[in-house]
């Protein structure tokens, strides 16, 4: 109800007008009507909330396996990537997705520090292949610091690390199955040869990863983290 205050103007609304009342100045306009959800508005709300807990949960459980150096917006960015790699359908309940209906290969690129962002950080790419006794076949080419890998200034040296886990994430609870890890160090003036890293073909279902990271040593003794490494996903596939 609108009520008048001491210059005998009104605040407030009466009915469906609402009295405003600014410097020198009192105007009338429309009490804003309630936003209706449809059944569409509340499926996407729902499926938003539904996407943004499981990659909350995935991440969770990503960083407890595998240190990582990220940017302060890399969260944000993870979860529309999941968003596309889950793929769900919208459905008037809890969004159902499945491992049919994914996308994995989404993720491939995805940037985790864009300070220091793979794609200009890492000029290489590694060969993964299936082979017939059901094996993973993952072929790194020479890696030579300064060349392959482009670090920033005064790094003395850097680690090469590749993880390849399995997980589910449409499960409720998410765990991350480790399967293989290959790391090399590389410093300037010194080429590492290419190299055959295998691991036996995941038998569970759910999609296959490969995590790339490197993290630089510096000769100064404090530097920001932000510039400390890099990480992306290599390879990402449904088995």
């Not at 989404?106 to 962002?117: D, I, R, Y």
């Not at 993973?136 to 690390?161: E, F, M, T």
């Not at 003036?189 to 038998?203: D, G, N, R």
């Amino acid at each position: 109800m609108a009520k008048p205050i001491q210059d005998g103007t009104l605040s407030g609304a009466i009915g469906n007008v609402v009295f405003v009342n600014k410097g020198d100045y009192t105007y009338a306009r429309s009490k804003p009507g309630k936003i209706k959800q449809t059944a569409g508005t509340k499926a996407a709300a729902s499926t938003f909330g539904w996407v943004s807990q499981q990659d909350k949960t995935y991440r969770r459980a990503l960083t407890q396996a595998y240190p990582l150096v990220t940017d302060s917006y890399y969260a944000a960015r993870h979860r529309a990537t999941m968003a596309k790699a889950l793929n769900p359908t919208l459905g008037a309940t809890t969004p159902a997705s499945s491992l049919a209906s994914n996308m994995p290969q989404a993720l491939e690129g995805f940037e985790f520090n864009s300070q220091v962002p793979w794609a200009k950080t890492c000029h290489f790419y590694i060969e993964v292949n299936q082979t017939d006794n059901n094996t993973v076949d993952c072929l790194i080419p020479a890696l030579n610091l300064g060349q392959n890998i482009k670090p920033p200034k005064a790094v003395r040296s850097a680690l090469l690390q590749l993880h390849a886990f399995t997980v589910n994430p449409n499960k409720p609870d998410i765990d991350i199955t480790p399967l293989s890890s290959h790391e090399t160090t590389l410093q300037p003036h010194k080429t590492i040869p290419e190299a055959l890293w295998q691991f036996p073909m995941p038998s569970e279902k759910g999609w296959l990863l490969i995590l790339g990271t490197v993290t630089f040593k510096f000769e100064q003794a404090h530097v920001d983290n932000k510039l400390q490494g890099s990480a992306t996903y290599l390879f990402a596939k449904e088995v």
